[in-house]
């Protein structure tokens, strides 16, 4: 199953970014392969529309969950109805390596 | 042209689809709104007052009257004409999707409704529970028409 993890920067020991549409990077982690994939957002500066557009954009990566410290008002209905689901770690600072970390841990 | 309708707010939609009569053909089902469902989940099964219940749904007294009376009459066609009964559509947000873990502190959905959550989604732990204050994301909605 595929993750996917809003990052400030393109390295796993750089910080969760706590906005989705306007993160740094989207990190793509693969549980069943151990693969990272960082994925520059394209959309950081965009004036409108950033959430939308990140959404295909991970979307079309074939994610399943997506982690990050906050979603906007438009971004949650589109997810929903791609069935992503949304993970938020609020007020975090946790690294990307330490995330991976956890989801490894499930089980 | 009529007012629009509010959005109704549904805490928990129900984890299955519907219901069939035994022995009975599977045609002409009877369609219950999510928020008809959520009616009779508030004022039979919780036993709120009408006036409670509507101000956990968001719409008026008589709205929830008015509500709550097409559940019941939609569900007496079911028993008398033996016909099933398909949970579907009516103008409805999900409020409490939201789940906490109370492991390692992150928050969470379920967007397929039909999934009941026993474990957070991110570290696994079954140490969750349903997020009931207000929505943390604003005027997030689906309308199912």
Known sequence: ?107 | MPRPKRIRKVNTPPHFKGYLPIGQPEEHPVILNFEEYEAIKLCDYLLYSQAQASLEMGVSRPTFTRIYESARRKVAQAFVHGRPIVFEGGKVYFDSEWFVCNSCGCWFNQPEKQIKVTSCALCGSSEIEQYNGNSILNNSYVENC
């Open chain 1, 1 to 107: 199953m595929k993750i996917a993890i809003t990052s400030t920067g393109n390295n796993p020991e750089a910080k969760i970014d706590s906005r989705f549409g306007r993160c740094s990077y989207f990190v793509i982690y693969d549980n069943i392969s151990g693969s990272t994939e960082f994925i520059p957002n394209p959309y950081v500066e965009s004036i409108e529309g950033a959430g939308p557009a990140s959404v295909q954009l991970i979307a079309s990566r074939g994610v399943e969950k997506v982690v990050s410290g906050e979603f906007g008002v438009k971004v949650k209905s589109i997810f929903d109805q791609l069935k992503i689901q949304l993970i938020i770690l609020s007020n975090s600072d946790k690294k990307i390596s330490e995330i991976i970390e956890i989801i490894n841990h499930q089980n």
